[in-house]
């Protein structure tokens, strides 16, 4: 009988059919294995199943204010990546420019909004009016633009600033509810053995863990999002300066021109 020797090749084409046939995590499945798990009291899972009702809506309530935090933290790291980029390039562009007479390309974000206010705010100027009053109504628009812009952004960062100040509390209270319940166990079964009293005390300093970590990625994440929010408010300030600049610019041009196209003729 020849002995079958098997090739790289050939191995994988006999694994894959092995790794075709694993079945694929079923609802029973993860049923069975949250009862298995429910059975050991002192897992966490155990713990949170075995644990008080007011103690399991604590838990939940801080299990989704974590998800909830690294969601916001995510999606802004996100937006403040596009929004700082955009604005680079809408920069560079009028600055390459130096005048806003020309057609600007058409986009989405503040300094689009910048240069439309600064426009409109020019092309309603009546003729022979003093540039001073057109630069200041300019940039008044300018600045609530600016002001808009960074509210946009800075919005959603108050639940972070709310989830690190508010989850140690709430993992508290479901801690000294399940310290209370424990206290009443050990005047019901007239007993102060710690194998009686223990697994309430470790359900409610779960509760003070889940606090905690659903507290500090809070703090860290709101600190990283004010100092990124706070650069992309300098440039927003940078931007809106540009603008001012690019229509001084071209009201002085304006102002100008006039009277060196009539010496020419």
């Known amino acids: 009988m020849r002995n079958l ?3 790289p090749s050939l191995s994988i084409l006999l694994i894959v059919p092995v790794a075709a046939q ?3 995590p079923t609802w029973g499945d ?4 949250l009862a298995t798990a429910g059975q050991d009291h002192m897992s966490p899972v155990g713990m949170f199943m075995a644990a008080d009702v007011v103690v399991k809506t604590v838990m939940v309530a801080l299990a989704l204010a974590s998800v909830v935090t690294w969601a ?3 999606a802004k790291l996100l937006t403040l990546a596009v929004a700082r980029a955009r604005l680079r390039r809408g920069y560079k562009r009028l600055d390459v420019a130096a ?3 020309v057609d600007q390309p058409r986009s989405r974000g503040p300094l689009s909004a910048m ?3 600064a426009v409109a705010e020019r092309d309603r100027a009546a003729p022979g009016m003093e540039s001073a009053g057109i ?3 300019a940039e008044s628009a300018l600045t609530r633009v600016e002001a808009g812009a960074a509210r946009r952004m800075a919005a959603g960062t108050g639940v972070l600033a709310n989830v690190g100040a508010v989850a140690p509390f709430v993992g508290l209270f479901g ?3 399940g310290i209370m319940n424990s206290f009443i166990s050990i005047a019901e079964t007239n007993t102060t053995n710690l194998a009686v009293v223990a697994p309430g005390i470790a359900e409610a300093l779960l509760a003070t863990a889940l606090g905690l970590v659903a507290a500090i990625p809070a703090v860290i994440f709101y600190n990283i999002l004010s100092r990124a929010i706070t650069g992309y408010r300098v440039m927003l300030t940078d931007a809106a300066t540009l603008v001012q600049r690019t229509l001084s610019r071209d009201l002085d041009r304006a102002a100008v021109t006039p009277p060196l196209a009539a010496k020419a003729a």
């Open 99 to 101: 005048t806003m007479t």
């Open 135 to 137: 630069k200041d109504r």
């Open 30 to 33: 993860l049923q069975n294995w």
């Open 22 to 24: 694993a079945q694929v």
């Open 5 to 7: 020797i098997l090739t």
């Open 115 to 117: 240069i439309a206010a």
């Open 72 to 74: 916001i933290f995510m």
């Open 175 to 177: 801690t000294v509810w």
